[in-house]
């Protein structure tokens, strides 16, 4: 019998993280619930042999749960965090972990008092080649780091420009937050954190959102090196764009189709469904007691930081220098 696990949520990534559990010889995926389409959750259940619940907090009183992974809309985050750690659960959060800054000391307080574990929903985090990128710079393989960037685009379709995504008051933001998350964390992970920073946002073709399509972050990092993160929802001709890249003074690298250092393909990329799975793993390691997340919480709280930093940024024309949590 595997750790009892219970999804908040019935959309995209709530279908991700259940299959990427149900590949889990130490996972049993128990319960489902959902705030909106009662009937879809109730035909998933039926299709994968578990049990639909009416609301979040019948599954944490009957569901007899290890943990529950959140895969709700960003607004909701918060207080399902406070629930969860209340009733001795822990939990895998999708990113954003939760929309607010000052949210974070609440949160740190609640998984404290109630000795449960947060663990960040940033699922890129377990490429395997993510890994390689950090072991080489940390061997110093690049020589000193001179420039980065991140760069990500797709074409949102109807399917987001018309969901929960277009509304600020439940997403927080737009693409930045969103997806732009993903480029944040791993920088995090690879480089460190910035010193200053400069952001521009612009919608220039999805017009229903109420945030940005397309947004670009300049920062310094302590190190003295530059960054540009872009993230966009507006475009899908930026296959030969996407991906990381880094350049030092004794070479460079980047991760595109796979893993390049100074012109040597060393591993090809991870499909996207994989980094799930790979995450699940990690996750009920964690629960075990038998592993770490590499992204912690206070890595999703300065992503946090940097991205409300970004936005301030971006209305005023400032340049921001960063402060983090002590």
Known sequence: MGKRIGIVGTGFIAMKHLAAFKAQKKAEIVGMCTYSNMEKLHAICEEHQIIPFASMDEMLEKGELDAVVLCSVTACHYQEILKA???????????PVVGEAEQYQRVRRAIEQ?????FPGHNFMYRRPLSQMKKLLDEKAL?????????????????GTENWRRQKELSCG????????????????????????????????LHDLDGEDTAQLNMQMTDGSLCVITESWA????????GIRILGTDG??????????????????????????????????????????????EDSEHTLQIIRAAYRSSAEGSVYRTKWYK
């Open 114 to 118: 109630n000795r449960v574990m947060l």
């Open 235 to 242: 475009s899908e001709a930026a296959d030969q764009l996407n």
């Open 85 to 95: 750690a209340a009733a001795g659960v822990s939990m895998l959060v999708e990113k």
């Open 174 to 205: 737009g693409a930045l937050i969103d997806s732009g998350h993903h480029l944040i964390y791993q920088m995090l992970y690879l480089l460190g954190v910035p010193a200053r920073l400069q952001a521009f946002t612009a919608n220039l073709r």
């Open 143 to 159: 020589g000193t780091i001179l420039q980065s960037s991140f760069f990500s685009a797709q074409l949102l379709d109807t399917s």
């Open 252 to 297: 460079e690298m980047h991760l595109t189709d796979a893993l390049y250092v100074n012109g040597e393909r060393l591993c090809d990329a991870e499909p996207y469904d994989q980094t799930f799975v790979n995450q699940a793993q990690a996750f009920l390691d964690c629960l075990d007691g038998t592993g770490k997340p590499l992204s912690t919480l």
